[in-house]
């Protein structure tokens, strides 16, 4: 079944010099945009099936050896970094320990979530990269100091006065088959909505 995501392809490094990407349309709506997808919430676009999509997060795992040996627990890594951690199948975004004594801010919790497959998490399947040899010089940076940036990470928006717009959809159940890290913004409820391969969970103001 072909999944309604966005993928971004990686060989070793990627720079984006003109600080505004535009993907599934021919540009950014205004100046502040750093990076910005397909469906602009227009009313054809929030009925047209294949817009509503959502963006992957990078699967990866803050602790050694989880959920295979292969892997190695993050360190040193940017504050702001989100990830979808296979050591406990959640989504979260790297803040000072200050903040979380751990240094991960937990988004796939129970303020409220809806399970729609009943599979469990410990079935996610990362068996497709688990084996498979970390570049780690891959990079890809979007922004007019993209060429001599120089923080961590497998996308960076490197302009201090740009932001990504995130995947709109019409609601978060107008995806079909997301996947485990999948992350869009709802314009009918107006909220976060963050899937972990089992539940989709929600945050709005």
């Keep these: 079944m072909k999944k309604n995501i966005f993928t971004i392809t990686l060989l070793t490094f990627a720079v984006f010099s003109s600080a505004q990407v535009a993907i599934g349309k021919p540009s950014v709506t205004n100046t502040s945009v750093s990076l910005e997808f397909g469906n602009t919430g227009s009313a054809a676009d929030r009925s047209d099936a294949t817009k509503q999509k959502g963006i992957i997060l990078p699967w990866v795992s803050t602790l050694a050896a989880q959920p295979t040996s292969e892997y190695t627990a993050m360190t040193a890594t940017e504050n702001g970094t989100m990830i979808f951690d296979l050591s406990d199948y959640k989504i979260k975004y790297k803040v000072p320990a200050s903040v979380v004594a751990s240094g991960w801010f937990d988004l796939t919790v129970k303020n409220k979530t809806e399970?729609?497959?009943?599979?469990?998490?410990?079935?996610?399947?990362?068996?497709?990269?688990?084996?498979?040899?970390?570049?780690?010089?891959?990079?890809?940076?979007i922004g007019t100091t993209a060429a001599t940036d120089n923080t961590e990470g497998i996308l960076v928006l490197t302009d201090?006065?740009?932001?990504?717009?995130?995947?709109?959809?019409?609601?978060?159940?107008?995806?079909?088959?997301?996947?485990?890290?999948?992350?869009?913004?709802?314009?009918?409820?107006?909220?976060?909505?963050?899937y972990n391969g089992t539940v989709w969970s929600f945050w709005k103001p």
């Design 115 to 141: 399970t729609i497959t009943g599979i469990a998490n410990n079935q996610v399947d990362s068996s497709l990269q688990d084996t498979k040899t970390e570049l780690t010089n891959a990079k890809a940076a």
């Design 160 to 194: 201090t006065n740009k932001a990504m717009v995130l995947p709109l959809v019409d609601k978060y159940s107008s995806v079909i088959a997301p996947s485990a890290g999948m992350m869009v913004y709802d314009l009918s409820n107006d909220m976060l909505c963050l």
